[in-house]
């Protein structure tokens, strides 16, 4: 089946740092979805990217639609402690349809952000 | 807060026992999705209904199954638990096909 390979695996910067990680596929996604999961919550909404080569900011994220459609990529500006958490990339599965359900999820980044 | 309540929160039980989890969606989402979430498996998609129907099934044992019911909550019936079922549970629900996923805080199961 389709996966998706995300890196790095985990993160240590400090407050005010920018961020980068990206995520991989061996296989063509239509869409890119970027959600970050707290401790003890679900997996929140981040970034709907739909294009290649889609650039779209939602506050001090950006994330990017590769070309090739093989691959994303999230950055956050100026970090804050809040920022702490999993990030994970996800991406609709197409074998058997094209269902947003049936998401393939990265294996996640946990970040963690020191004041 | 977005919108999915599922309930129990926590809930610990014996192997071989059975349980329900429970899932309501967002107002207006037709979807519902569930997913489990295990330390070495990472999030894996289980089963999807839309407006009471199985619309998708995913990595589900046999020996669990779902339901979503008229007023389009769902349920998730777990059975003949192992230890390696332990983990979270979450649900997930969307306007339809097409729509971004909105998940719930889960349930995580831990099976003694």
């Known amino acids: 089946g389709q996966q998706l390979n995300q890196s790095p695996q985990s993160m240590f910067i400090q407050e005010g740092e920018d961020v980068s990680m990206n995520c991989t596929s061996s296989s063509i996604f239509n869409t890119w979805l970027w959600y970050k999961q707290d401790p003890g919550e679900g997996p929140v909404l981040l970034i709907a990217l739909y294009k290649a080569g889609e650039l779209t900011s939602n506050g001090r994220l950006t994330a990017q639609f590769g070309i090739t459609r093989k691959d994303s990529f999230l950055n956050i500006s100026a970090s804050i402690p809040s920022d702490v958490g999993i990030y994970f990339c996800?991406?609709?599965?197409?074998?058997?349809?094209?269902?947003?359900?049936?998401?393939?999820f990265g294996q996640g980044t946990i970040l963690t952000v020191h004041p | 807060d977005s919108g999915v309540t599922q309930t129990p929160k926590h809930l610990i039980t014996a192997t071989g026992q059975r349980v329900t989890l429970r899932c309501s969606p967002r107002?207006?989402?037709?979807?519902v999705y569930w997913y489990q979430q295990s330390l070495d498996q990472g999030l894996q998609f289980l089963i999807q209904?839309?407006?009471?129907?199985?619309?998708a099934k995913g990595n589900i044992l046999e020996r669990f199954s779902a339901q979503q019911f008229p007023d389009l909550h769902s349920e998730l019936n777990l059975s003949s638990l192992e230890l390696g079922d332990s983990a979270l549970y979450f649900c997930?629900?969307?306007?339809?096909?097409?729509?971004?996923?909105?998940f719930g805080n889960g349930t995580r199961l831990t099976v003694t």
């Open positions: 996800a991406g609709p599965q197409t074998a058997g349809g094209t269902s947003y359900g049936k998401l393939t």
């Open positions: 209904y839309y407006n009471g129907e199985e619309r």
């Open positions: 997930a629900s969307s306007v339809g096909v097409g729509s971004p996923l909105h």
């Open positions: 107002s207006g989402d037709l979807s």
